[in-house]
């Protein structure tokens, strides 16, 4: 099988545990696009098990939350399609109102040259989202 998200690559991995891993996806024009990658291979949320589900969902609103947190965006896209590559993962996209495709789809027809931003840096990130999961998990 050659799926290129079964690889465990260490680039632009930002956080990960045993189940699961997110990565930031290197788009100059959506920075701080990220993927929630589970590890193994399966296609659909309905090949897990609901423990799993609930922890991969749990890490996507993490994600989403840091991102809020540290980008202020107009709107977050999150986006399961697995098209393309039917490995589960999610797309957690902040958008923003002059962004290049707002309010498309980025995979929909350009409006505009669109703003160009700076990314959260890493360590950022991945110190929203291990505060937020940690909240999640005493709650």
């Known amino acids: ?16 545990d045993a189940l699961c891993r997110i990565i930031v996806v290197d ?12 590890n193994a291979h ?3 949320m309905t090949d897990l098990p609901q423990v799993d589900r609930q922890h991969l969902l749990n890490v ?12 202020r965006p107009t709107k977050i896209n999150l986006a399961s399609l697995g098209n393309m590559v039917p490995h589960l993962h999610w797309h957690v996209i902040p958008r923003f109102a ?24 890493p360590v ?10 940690l909240a999640r998990s005493t709650a």
């Open 60 to 71: 996507v609103m993490a994600t989403e939350e840091a991102l809020r947190a540290t980008m």
């Open 1 to 16: 099988m050659d799926c290129p998200l079964c690889s465990d690559s260490a680039d632009n991995i930002i956080w990960h």
């Open 98 to 121: 002059d962004d290049r495709h707002f309010p498309e789809p980025i995979w929909g027809t350009s409006q505009r040259a669109g703003q160009r931003r700076l990314p959260p840096a």
């Open 27 to 38: 788009d100059p024009d959506y920075p701080g696009f990220c993927r929630v990658i589970w």
């Open 42 to 44: 399966v296609a659909e």
């Open 124 to 133: 950022e990130l991945k110190t929203h989202v291990e505060r937020v999961l």
